[in-house]
């Protein structure tokens, strides 16, 4: 009788655990029928990046890509979807947004000005602007860089915009 209610008991919490785990919200890469390809809120720790499958924390840096069929995908850096998007055969129509780091808006990331020195998730340093000031580059420029690898994950490049070594880039 012993083992039959330890088998029991066994069983109920085995089928507990199941079905607490398949209530878990999973991870979200791509969004299906944006069709008026605005961008999607971000909710931290519920994407993750398209490119480099990071979690996406929260809305600083992050960005999305939106097909003409109106597929979403999401990205913690810009430098992850200009990388994910090249080779793309949508990607002269794509829809890109990316969080402004000075106005807080989402904004059209062909149109924002980018910095080269921001502390980004995956450490490329390009960080959007809605608004332009000097030393500020363009999309076109800030994906050139990004594609020749001239981004703060490289060490050179960082002492040469930094003028000094920085160990620790990034934390925050």
Request: aromatic letters at 10%; hydrophobic letters at 40%; a negative charge.
């Amino acid at each position: 009788m012993k083992k039959i209610l330890t088998l029991f008991i066994i069983i109920a919490i085995i089928i507990i655990l199941f079905l607490s785990m398949s209530k878990k919200e999973q991870m979200v890469a791509t969004v299906e029928g944006n069709i008026e390809k605005k961008y999607i809120k971000i909710i931290p720790n519920h994407f993750h990046d398209a490119e480099c499958a990071m979690t996406i924390v929260d809305e600083h840096y992050a960005c999305e890509a939106i097909s003409p069929s109106g597929k979403t995908w999401f990205f913690d850096d810009i430098g992850c979807l200009v990388n994910w998007l090249e080779d793309k055969d949508f990607k002269d129509e794509a829809v890109l947004w990316t969080h402004a780091e000075d106005t807080g808006n989402w904004i059209d990331a062909q149109k924002a000005w980018y910095v080269r020195t921001d502390p980004t998730p995956m450490h490329y340093g390009f960080g959007a602007r809605e608004h332009k000031k000097e030393g500020m580059i363009d999309f076109e420029e800030m994906r050139l860089m990004m594609l020749r690898g001239e981004t703060m994950a490289d060490p050179r490049i960082r002492k040469k915009l930094l003028g000094m070594e920085i160990s620790s880039y990034g934390s925050r």
